[in-house]
């Protein structure tokens, strides 16, 4: 399978993935990297039954409105917005079986991304027989992929981190621009003259499968084969039981190669990419062990990509539905400036980001959390798209305003483990909506838009296709 260098159709999964948002991981803490996929179809929302789900719990301020249900997944900030104001910290049942608490206020938010009690090693968890592994990435603790910054605390991360950041710089990241650029001219060339197309499956999806792969250094010829396994990973229901972990398994050996095939070259003079950056960074003489060079990878390949096609779609779906703001960014645009594009990204994160919730987190000893009392061995799941519509931070929290700078959004995290690919991200983003917008200017929904479904998950919130038509560029 030879995926080309710059793709002018791109295959999308052999089927397309209909992503269900992911439930049981995300990249760092925010978008950036990492996410994983539950196998059947609803996994990670709760079903009618659940605690919180079909039949709500009544408390002191009324019933509980119905959380992660497919309805729920449409629109969740009714949803959020009763919870900021009556149940800031939540305890909930997740269809999973495991229970934890959400944090839905920003303040609390931000307290809560930030405290170390709070734990990302899955080792803290004090999880029932009923819920053992369900907080993980499926297949990672199998594939020895355990050794990456979701799942690690100081003074490990605290190396890692360093040794990692040595590799990801903000220098090799900014001379990736004219890679991306490229990338997304040849894929929007791929229906540029069909006057329509699906953005997800044919854009929002490859232009990061390729970008990441390309600075990680996998050869352009085996980079369909990622393009398969994030395929699999992003499949809603449809894809064989147990698909998700053997994609992991399989992604993990091909890595192992590769990393071996990158050592030895670097005793050649090496190449200046990011996978052969990771295996060359030392701290003090210290080097990433294989597993931890590999982890590192598989997260920046597993997460690098999802965020970005969900920042991309939601970002286009909330430009679409507010004309004056898309007209706004398009008139900068056409004027050559690049301060509301950089503005607007960051709102458009806000808004409605590509990160539902932030990924899980342990209590490592009894504290305090917006008034609840939040026991050893607790999960908390911090709600980011509560948080970055919380009236007490934001001026109109529920207004699109492309224009907004006092915007300290919780959208790649905060802390320690603030997302360490929020600059690739924020380039992709940048890049894919300009350029769209600059091709395609007339870019409208084709059908109902009532009719687009969003994907059911917990951790990641994106849409599953998105149609749209335009006036077609003439050859």
Not at 94 to 101: M, Q
Not at 106 to 135: F, I, M, V
Not at 196 to 216: Q, T, V
Request: aromatic fraction near 6%; include cysteine.
């Amino acid at each position: 399978m030879n995926a080309p260098s710059t793709p002018s159709t791109p295959n999308a999964p052999d089927e397309r993935p209909e992503p269900p948002g992911l439930q049981r991981s995300s990249a760092a803490d925010a978008p950036g990297p990492g996410s994983s996929v539950p196998d059947g179809p609803g996994a990670g929302r709760e079903q009618p039954g659940a605690a919180s789900g079909g039949c709500p719990r009544t408390g002191a301020d009324g019933p509980v409105p119905p959380l992660f249900s497919w309805q729920f997944a449409t629109d969740p900030y009714p949803a959020y917005a009763w919870l900021r104001e009556h149940a800031p910290v939540h305890r909930t049942v997740l269809p999973s079986g495991v229970e934890a608490w959400l944090v839905t206020r920003y303040a609390d938010a931000r307290q809560a991304l930030a405290d170390q009690r709070l734990s990302k090693n899955p080792a803290h968890h004090d999880e029932p027989a009923h819920a053992r592994g369900r907080t993980g990435i499926p297949g990672e603790r199998k594939a020895e992929l355990m050794t990456h910054l979701l799942n690690i605390d100081p003074p490990d991360h605290t190396r890692l981190r360093r040794l990692v950041s040595k590799a990801f710089t903000p220098r090799r990241v900014a001379a990736f621009a004219p890679r991306v650029q490229e990338l997304t001219d040849r894929l929007i060339d791929g229906f540029a003259a069909k006057g329509e197309a699906d953005l997800i499956h044919e854009f929002a999806f490859p232009l990061p499968i390729y970008a990441i792969c390309d600075m990680l250094g996998v050869p352009r010829e085996d980079q369909d084969h990622f393009r398969d396994w994030a395929g699999m990973m992003i499949r809603h229901g449809g894809g064989p039981r147990g698909g998700v972990a053997r994609s992991v398994k399989k992604m993990r050996g091909y890595l192992a190669e590769l990393i071996h095939r990158k050592r030895a070259e670097l005793g050649e003079g090496g190449a200046d990419d990011l996978l052969s950056g990771l295996i060359a960074a030392s701290d003090h003489g210290e080097h990433l062990t294989e597993n931890e060079a590999a982890a590192m990878a598989f997260i920046l390949l597993f997460a690098g990509f999802e965020t970005t096609v969900n920042l991309i779609g939601n970002g286009v779906h909330a430009l679409l539905r507010h004309p004056e703001q898309r007209a706004l960014l398009q008139a900068s645009l056409a004027a050559g400036e690049s301060g509301l594009l950089e503005t607007g990204v960051e709102e458009l994160l806000r808004y409605d980001g590509p990160v539902e919730l932030a990924t899980w987190r342990f209590a490592t000893e009894p504290l305090t959390l917006g008034g609840q009392s939040v026991g050893v061995g607790d999960p908390v799941l911090v709600v980011l798209a509560a948080a970055d519509r919380d009236p007490a931070r934001f001026d109109a929290p529920d207004t699109l305003d492309l224009t907004r700078r006092d915007n300290q959004h919780l959208g790649y995290g905060h802390g320690i483990h603030y997302c360490l690919g929020a600059p690739l991200a924020r380039l992709e983003g940048q890049t894919a909506l300009a350029t769209l917008l600059t091709r395609l200017p007339d870019l409208r929904c084709a059908g109902d838009p009532g009719d687009l479904r969003w994907r059911g998950g917990l951790i990641m919130r994106g849409l599953r296709t998105l149609p749209v038509e335009f006036t077609p560029e003439s050859s």
